[in-house]
């Protein structure tokens, strides 16, 4: 072998040079369904993504529901029965009640198969001592929903907003990060992006999905520090 074959075996061998995780995908042309649009953090989140130009279907088990919550957001908003979001929408975002959870995305199965679907739910109970994490069969909410999802490529983000912060109109910016778990990177980065396009907002990876648990459960601490200090807390990722 000569000293240029060993040249090029040796290059050949290198890696090749990771990925800037911030290289993220331009998602400004994707259709974002919210199912439990008409809630306060679905309504938030939907205000916020259509305000920053996203194309925005608001989901709900009332169509007059849907449209009525679009028509109070404004911003090109439209909004539409559940299956009809799901069906219209490139990527769903669930934010939906915990209790309702389950039942809503097992009627949705066949509406969401093929989709990029982002829950955001958090299974919390509360009682006299304040909000408390519960631990689903599944492990957690994102789980479940990729159980019960299994066309549908499952991940997590959005947990840890303020609802009020988010409808709050002369708030210009979002100071905060969205951790995001999923389980395929490409999905993970439209999701990042997504949370990206909300000035303020970054998407931040935090894992798979068997990390969710933790992610959602943290809701019940940013409670209790909110009643405290009566603030909207959110959370900033340091040396990222």
Not at 43 to 63: E, F, H, T, W
Not at 178 to 191: H, Q
């Amino acid at each position: 072998m000569t000293s240029t074959d060993g040249a090029q075996g040796a290059q050949s061998a290198q890696k090749a040079p990771a990925k800037d995780p911030w290289d993220l995908p331009d998602v400004s042309g994707l259709v974002v369904g919210v199912l439990g649009g008409t809630g306060p953090q679905g309504k938030g989140l939907a205000y916020r993504l259509a305000r920053s130009g996203q194309k925005v279907i608001i989901g709900s088990r009332a169509a007059e529901r849907a449209q009525a919550a679009a028509e109070e957001i404004g911003h090109g908003v439209e909004g539409a029965e559940n299956a009809e979001a799901a069906r219209r929408s490139d990527l769903v975002i669930v934010a939906v009640p915990w209790e309702g959870h389950g039942k809503t995305l097992e009627a949705l199965r066949e509406e969401l198969a093929g989709k990029l679907v982002v829950d955001c739910v958090n299974p919390l109970g509360f009682d006299k001592k304040g909000a408390y994490a519960l631990r689903p069969e599944e492990g957690s909410a994102a789980e479940q929903a990729a159980a019960l999802l299994p066309d549908s490529r499952v991940t997590a983000a959005f947990h840890h907003l303020s609802a009020v912060l988010l409808l709050d109109p002369e708030i210009e910016q979002i100071d905060t990060d969205v951790m995001v778990l999923g389980e395929e990177r490409a999905d993970v980065e439209t999701v990042q992006a997504l949370a990206g396009r909300i000035p303020g907002m970054r998407g931040i990876f935090a894992g798979r999905l068997r990390n969710a648990h933790q992610v959602e459960s943290l809701v019940a601490n940013l409670i209790s520090v909110n009643r405290r200090y009566k603030a909207h807390a959110g959370l900033r990722v340091t040396d990222v």
